[in-house]
């Protein structure tokens, strides 16, 4: 019976493409996997890491080798807590990007609708900030929603120009809100 064989002789098993080898091997280090997952608090993804670390173990189990005097275990603890901190920066780097796009959309999308109640307390506010072109090129582009190449035709401005006085618009709106 293959119980009452240690880990090298298991992996040598599992090496041969024995089954039963590798189900041992996963019961002998379920438990590990487990409690490393929860050490580093990933348990709203258990079942993918999970999952992860089983391919992980048998991939590890395929390359060990014995000549290299370390310990299976060690090099399997090493390795999954390696992926673990991989799983949480990728996660990190996700969260700052999801963070970083809903801030762009915001500022990008913010159109004040005629719809609105307030929209006629905003143009008024907005005209006060604003030179006359700024103001004409910011309600074509931002309430109307027309492309830059209709502005331009409309107000007989270059297209540098248009962006330029979008953008100044832009700020001075900005700067205008954030100081109330």
């Known amino acids: 019976?293959?119980?009452d064989h240690n880990d090298y002789e298991i992996i040598h098993r599992v090496k041969e493409g024995?089954?039963?080898a590798f189900e041992l091997l996963v019961s002998n280090y379920s438990r590990f996997?487990?409690?490393q997952i929860h050490r580093f608090n990933l348990e709203y993804d258990y079942d993918d890491l999970y999952q992860e670390s089983l391919i992980l173990l048998y991939k590890l189990a395929l390359r060990f080798q014995e000549s290299y005097n370390k310990s299976f275990t060690r090099l399997f603890e090493l390795s999954l807590k390696r992926m673990l901190i991989s799983a949480i920066e990728?996660?990190?780097r996700r969260k700052n990007k999801t963070v970083h796009y809903k801030r762009c959309i915001a500022q990008r999308n913010?159109?004040?609708g005629e719809n609105s109640v307030y929209f006629t307390l905003h143009l008024d506010e907005v005209r006060k900030v604003l030179t006359p072109t700024e103001f004409t090129v910011y309600t074509l582009?931002?309430?109307k929603n027309l492309s830059i190449q209709s502005i331009c035709e409309e107000t007989n401005l270059s297209v540098k120009k248009t962006y330029n006085a979008l953008h100044r618009s832009k700020v001075k709106i900005r700067q205008h809100f954030a100081t109330e």
Do not use: Y
């Open 18 to 20: 024995d089954q039963d």
């Open 1 to 3: 019976m293959i119980r």
């Open 90 to 92: 990728i996660k990190k």
């Open 110 to 112: 913010h159109r004040v």
């Open 33 to 35: 996997i487990g409690k």
């Open 141 to 143: 582009r931002e309430i």
